[in-house]
């Protein structure tokens, strides 16, 4: 197991059925943020996309539907939109 070298940094999702598209919209935003200090620091993400949050938190939790979405962010890797469209649906 690899130490970190930094604060590790936790995502904890409320659940709340769909509330839980207002936590993705504001994740989704903490990310463009995350981007965008990254490119003032000099160390932009490869593919000029904001990072997903399972590359930049180290540990993704939740409760009811944000434990849902902590599993589809975190495991399955799947995009805001993919996640905002499952949800309305």
Same mark, same amino acid.
């Given at each position: !197991?690899?130490?970190?070298?930094h604060?590790?940094r936790? *995502?904890a999702l409320?659940?709340g ?5 207002s936590s993705?919209?504001i994740?989704? /935003?903490?990310m463009?943020e &995350? /981007? ?9 993400t ?6 997903l949050p399972c /590359?930049y938190?180290d *540990? ?7 434990? *849902?979405?902590?599993? !589809?962010?975190g495991? %399955?890797?799947? &995009?805001? %939109?993919?996640?905002a %469209? %499952?949800?309305?649906c």
């Amino acid at each position: !197991m690899k130490a970190l070298r930094h604060v590790p940094r936790l *995502l904890a999702l409320d659940g709340g059925g769909v509330r839980g598209l207002s936590s993705l919209l504001i994740i989704e /935003q903490l990310m463009k943020e &995350v /981007q965008r200090l990254r490119e003032e620091e000099g160390d932009p993400t490869p593919d000029g996309k904001p990072p997903l949050p399972c /590359q930049y938190f180290d *540990l993704i939790c939740g409760t009811s539907t944000g434990g *849902l979405i902590a599993i !589809m962010l975190g495991r %399955l890797r799947m &995009v805001f %939109l993919h996640l905002a %469209l %499952l949800l309305i649906c």
